[in-house]
């Protein structure tokens, strides 16, 4: 989409297809498939960071006897006033992985560089203030239903063969512009520290075969979207990269899809803000 591109397939999200999905969707029902946020929820901590914390910063009673902002006993008497502040990983709960998120040899998508385009704070290019909201026609492919279990097994690798069989399974398309998302069942372990220990998910031949398709956003119900350990000796992540930094597909992890797939809707609206 051009050298200075830097939302890569979400450009084939247009006025027209937003319309199209849009006036066919039912507006009767709606299903929340982010995670609630909790102090001990799971979450990546494989490299050291930090997990959710949540704190109190202002409390009425605390107001009254501490008067943070000078207004007196009478004013912190009659305002209750209530505030906290969050302290995470950016890469906790229900969330999208950018494309400045994996690359290659210090490079991310369209060749943007750490020493060209990483400042101090953050990227300079790739990042989720400049993807738009995704309207798109979503699609749920239910790969733990279809092997007839509650969860894939551990480091189980969803490939093309399990995709394309889940498809003709549930009778369902794959259309370039959809949002795929994927279940494995691993939200059944939520929030047991399980959930996050070697984890089913796709691996690079189920990634490319679903991107080559015309997926605009991949996610799932796992905490890494890809199998964890990865197969490949070197590249721990080969999921990531791939989609992130060669095909311009964005990630959602740690889905909530256990609704969408009990009342098995396999094809809806999608919108993610």
């Known amino acids: 989409f051009g050298e200075d591109d830097e939302v890569g397939m979400l450009n084939l999200i247009d006025a027209g297809s937003r319309t199209a999905i849009l006036r066919r969707a039912d507006p009767t029902k709606v299903y929340d498939l982010s995670v609630d946020h909790f102090v001990g929820m799971p979450g990546w901590t494989g490299a050291g ?13 605390g107001e009254i006897v501490g008067d943070s902002m000078k207004k007196g006993k009478d004013a912190n008497t009659l305002v209750a006033y209530s505030g906290d502040g969050i302290s995470m990983f950016t890469h906790c709960g229900t969330h999208i992985d950018t494309f400045n998120h994996f690359g290659y040899d210090g490079a991310i ?58 498809l003709k399974h549930q009778k369902t398309q794959l259309r370039s512009g959809d949002v795929v998302l994927i279940r494995t069942g691993q939200m059944t372990l939520w929030p047991d520290s399980k959930f996050v220990m070697n984890t089913p998910g796709l691996n690079r031949e189920g990634a490319e075969f679903l991107a080559k398709n015309g997926a605009v956003t991949i996610g799932a119900d796992n905490l890494t979207l890809e199998q964890t350990p990865a197969a490949d000796p070197i590249n721990f992540f080969p999921v990531h990269t791939y989609l992130l930094a060669e095909a311009g597909v964005p990630i959602i992890e740690i889905m909530q899809l256990d609704e969408l797939a009990a009342d098995k809707v396999w094809e809806f609206a999608f919108f993610g803000a």
């Open 109 to 166: 998508f369209n060749n943007f560089t750490a020493h060209d385009h990483l400042g101090s704070r953050a990227w300079r290019k790739c990042g989720a203030e400049k993807q738009p909201p995704i309207f798109a026609r979503g699609i749920l492919l239910d790969i733990a239903a279809m092997h007839g279990v509650a969860t894939l097994e551990p480091s189980h690798a969803i490939g093309e063969k399990d995709l394309v069989d889940c």
């Open 49 to 61: 960071d930090q997990p959710y914390q949540i704190w109190m910063t202002h409390t009425p009673q």
